[in-house]
């Protein structure tokens, strides 16, 4: 079974923050060598294949930027 292919702009425009934050992170994580950084980059970069919604848009990028901020906080 194949799934419609959904063309909203409004995902698709949102989809362009969280990507590209994602792969300043990735970027930023492999020069410094820091692992939350670039799993945080991956992580941000992949689910918006997983997000099908403008809501599961946005509480995926925040809880994946929370997960990150709280590993730094925690030392890592």
Request: net charge positive; aromatic share 14%; hydrophobic share 50%.
């Amino acid at each position: 079974m194949y799934s419609t292919m959904t063309l909203d702009p409004t995902w698709i425009f949102l989809s362009l923050i969280p990507s590209g934050a994602g792969f300043v992170l990735f970027v930023y994580g492999k020069k410094q060598g820091r692992w939350p950084h670039m799993v945080a980059g991956l992580a941000l970069m992949g689910y918006l294949y997983l997000a099908t919604t403008v809501m599961s848009l946005t509480v995926g990028g925040v809880a994946i930027c929370g997960a990150l901020w709280l590993t730094l906080r925690m030392g890592y």
